[in-house]
């Protein structure tokens, strides 16, 4: 049977086993999906062992992105961009890199939420990896306006700079407004408030002013379960709509899945039974 792997350090929690299992049993594909923890030092050796071991691929989660898009000798172009990747794909003894994360929130927000982003006032919260995932994807989208903030401008600043000069984007940037603020002071009201930040995870609070929002903005936390009820919450006690991160997840293993197996799996049917499943 084919076999596939998350790998990551914390990994008990990942939802990724199950959510490709159902993937596979509505499918038909035969294969196993395992967690696989890593040592923080040792992610290579990983590599190497389950290359060696027959495995054709793998997701990658925290905090193991960016040593994976380094260790990969093809990669597409939004794992390019994001110096990071989230999806691994092991071929005639190379890995092939790919970063699934921004067209997996992109198809939650539009497709499962039913918001689109084009034309919209778009505020993202971060410029570390999670951010640098999803930051093409949601140009691709052609919102109106689109400001990064960080709690370092200057990083916010180097990857909108990043993102500025990449030739697949130049048509996309004629129809938005690409712009850095700082965090205290991001400008707004916003249409939709994406939070790719760690604050959710570390417990350190809603990162932005609650000017950011108007009645029935959509504040979309890329964390889901228990991290992202206070954000949502925030939300809601504002006026705006609370979203969290779990259609994300379950979108962007549907592209690793699509990439792996060449099928599409129903990932709105997918989306459905786990939020069901949810107490």
Known sequence: MNRYVVIGNPI????????????????GEAMAYDRLLVPLDGFADALTQLQQEGVLGCNVTVPFKFEAFAAAQVASARAQLALAANTLRFEAGQVFADNTDGVGLVRDIEHNAGVSLAGRDVLLIGAGGAAAGVLAPLLLARPHKLVVVNRSLDKAEALVLRHRAHPSLQQALQHTELSTQALASPGGPFDVVINASATSLSGAGVPVPASVLK????????????????????????????????????????????????????????????RAAQP
Not at 255 to 264: C, H, K, M
Request: charged share 15%; net charge neutral.
């Open 215 to 274: 009645a029935g903005t959509l504040v979309y936390d890329m964390m889901y379960g228990p991290a992202a009820a206070p954000l949502l919450q925030w939300a809601r006690d504002h006026g705006g709509i609370g979203r969290d991160g779990l259609g994300m997840l379950v979108e962007q293993a549907a592209e690793a899945f699509l990439l792996w197996r060449g099928v599409r799996p129903p990932s709105a049917q997918v989306l459905q039974e786990m």
């Open 12 to 27: 008990a929690h990942s939802q990724s086993p199950k959510i490709h299992a159902r993937f596979a049993a509505l499918t």
